[in-house]
């Protein structure tokens, strides 16, 4: 039976697993849920290498089908050298920038130090050079989802601050999974812009790839979460279980 593996520092990933179970993409998921190494979003290429490596060898012990890294910042900094190392397909999330220029002229990208400074997103910006990106620092934003994901007050707050001074936004990219936490608070401040997210464009390549080749489906979900680090404490547990909208099995300290 098809089994997905993922990967993210934390729970930003699991807003692209929702996309996946909202779509009908039955499987035995196995979630990675690196919080040893969080943030991802500070770390250099070769740490990100090195960590996407190790993870995918523990994804691999799990027999994984495909692999779904389901953040940008490992994407933008690991994902061309693992598909380089591994012979089963691995599906990335990158910035949705070409359609926010094809809707949009002046746009924000939310995304993490390292994402933003990727040769792969500034070869993208580079390809459309009469539109307007404005790079907030969102260094801190994806620490802050993790810790206060029930507190959306302090999510605003910070958002506010940060994203009030940039008038005349069309177009706001998400080019962190962890920031489809906070949409809606991103849409309180701009709500006439269009938020643009990756979720529905990994769900489709996922589709494609499954398709292609011909894995067999099962007719009901799983999901494992396995962290790395400390445990997840209980409140986000369930947290976790009602946004899904199905029970998870967690184990800790995957070593």
């Not at 729970?11 to 039955?26: E, F, H, Q």
């Not at 949705?96 to 993208?124: F, G, H, W, Y």
């Amino acid at each position: 039976m098809l089994k997905i593996g993922m990967i993210d520092s934390g729970m930003g990933g699991l807003s692209v697993l929702k996309g996946l179970v909202d779509s009908g993409v039955n499987a035995e998921y196995y979630y990675l849920y690196d919080n040893k190494y969080h943030p991802y979003g500070s770390k250099s290429q070769s740490e990100l290498v090195a960590i996407g490596y190790s993870n995918m060898q523990k994804l691999i012990d799990f027999k994984v089908d495909i692999v779904i890294i389901a953040c940008n910042t490992l994407t933008a900094g690991a994902v061309s050298k693992l598909r380089g190392m591994f012979d089963i397909p691995i599906i990335g999330v990158e910035p949705p920038i070409k359609p926010a220029t094809m809707q949009c002229e002046n746009i924000l990208l939310l995304a993490t130090p390292s994402t933003v400074k990727s040769d792969r997103v500034m070869e993208m910006m580079h390809s459309f050079t009469n539109k307007s990106f404005y790079f907030p620092d969102m260094s801190k934003l994806a620490n802050l989802i993790e810790e206060n994901y029930s507190n959306k007050d302090i999510i605003y707050r910070f958002l506010a601050d940060n994203l009030s001074k940039y008038k005349n936004i069309q177009g706001i990219v998400i080019g962190c999974t962890h920031y489809n936490f906070a949409v809606e608070e991103i849409q309180k401040i701009y709500p006439k812009s269009k938020v643009f997210s990756n979720t529905a464009g990994v769900v489709k390549r996922t589709q494609y790839i499954i398709n292609k080749n011909k894995f067999i489906v099962p007719n009901y979900l799983a999901v494992k979460v396995y962290s790395t680090g400390n445990e997840i404490d209980i409140e986000k547990k369930y947290f976790l279980c009602d946004y899904l909208g199905l029970g998870i099995e967690f184990y800790e300290n995957l070593k």
